[in-house]
């Protein structure tokens, strides 16, 4: 396991708690380098959506524990945020949710000279996930063929 998995992991076994206290739900974490900076993120949600002040709350006492615990060697910044309309689909309840809604699927290389797939997601398990075209036909990807799978954006 690579240290920005280790550091993922513990941040969301540490927050977990925290986060369904104030009565949200954990979408993800992820330690990224981005120009230079190091951000630990938090991504959580509610019905209805989320708010700064939401956020603002899960920052003030996560960042205690992340003091006290003190497991992460780099200097870094801690965000919380709300997943945002593009969110990505990683993990089961996110599948789960998502059965019956229009999904965009990026696969890393072309699929019949394709790499963006449009369609409604019918089913999933640890290794695929179909999805239904308007036409009623259907795909089947590997997940290990998928760059990116998200809601999709109707503008």
Known sequence: MSRREEYEQTTEALIE?????????????????????????????????????????????????????????DTYVFEVSSPGLGRPLKKEKDFARSIGEEVEIRTYKAIDRQKEFVGVLKDYDDRTVTIVYEDDTEQTFERSDIALIRLALDF
């Open 17 to 73: 708690p925290v986060v369904s206290e104030l009565g949200f739900e954990l979408v993800d974490v992820e330690y990224v380098k981005e120009g230079g900076t190091w951000y630990l993120r938090a991504y959580i949600d509610k019905p209805g959506g989320i708010t700064v002040d939401d956020c603002e709350a899960v920052s003030r006492k996560f960042s205690d524990i992340l003091d006290e615990k003190d497991y992460i060697e």
